[in-house]
Every structure is written in C-alpha cells, then in structure tokens.
C-alpha cells in the first residue's frame, strides 16, 4: 500500500493541501490519504478528499508518536510528539515494514505538507 500522509495548519486550504501532495506524488500511485484523527471535518480536508477520490485514513495522536520520522518540525514534536503529522501518518497507514518513499514536502505557502510511505498490508 502506498500512502500520502498529510500535516497542515488550520488555515490550510485545499491547493495548499493539493500543492504539497503534488511535490511529494510526483511518479507515485497513491493508494490511500492519511493524517492525524483531530482533523477530521476541516473545510479544505473534506475538498481535497473528494478531488482525489482517495479513501482517508485517521490516525490517532497516539500512533504518530510511535513512528520515526526523516524530519523534525519542532510543531509537530510539540503537539503530537512526532518530527513530521505528514511522515508518521503515511507510515502508520502503510502497515507493516512501512518506509518513507519521499521525506515530507511543504506547500509553497507553508501551510500544508505531504510524506509518501509505502508498506505491507494494515
């Protein structure tokens, strides 16, 4: 399963969301979206969801501590006690043996990033 985990701010919009997914697919076939529970229901979320078609993944705050990550936003260490919400949560939806394919990207306006994983079955 190959996966694009997704971090971002409250003010991320949908290109934002789009724009980092864009850097970090490019030559991937996605599989599935993820990102950390506590953002279900954001407004650009639920848009860029339904633009992509994929299925999304929540992944509790819990689970994303549990993961290594490339990168470290001193943010996400912060909040959720991981470098990246985008690297932790494609790797905890990718299942077993999950690696990063692609490191975190960050949208050009800062407020989106996206990490691709890809592992065995969940």
Avoid: W
Avoid at 35 to 40: D, M, P, Q
Wanted: with cysteine; aromatic share 4%; charged share 15%.
């Amino acid at each position: 399963m190959i996966v694009a985990g997704l971090g971002f701010s409250t003010a991320a919009t949908a290109d934002s969301l789009r724009a980092a997914y864009e850097l970090a697919a490019r030559g991937c076939t996605i599989d599935a979206l993820a990102t950390v529970a506590n953002k279900e229901g954001h407004k650009a979320l639920t848009e860029f969801v339904r633009l992509t078609g994929l299925p999304l993944c929540y992944i509790r705050a819990a689970e994303l501590a549990e993961q290594r990550t490339l990168t470290c936003s001193p943010q996400s260490q912060a909040t959720y006690g991981t470098g990246s919400v985008a690297e932790a949560s494609a790797l905890a939806a990718a299942g077993s043996d999950a690696r990063l394919v692609s490191p975190r990207h960050i949208s050009n306006d800062r407020l989106a990033t996206c990490a691709i994983a890809i592992g065995g079955q969940t």
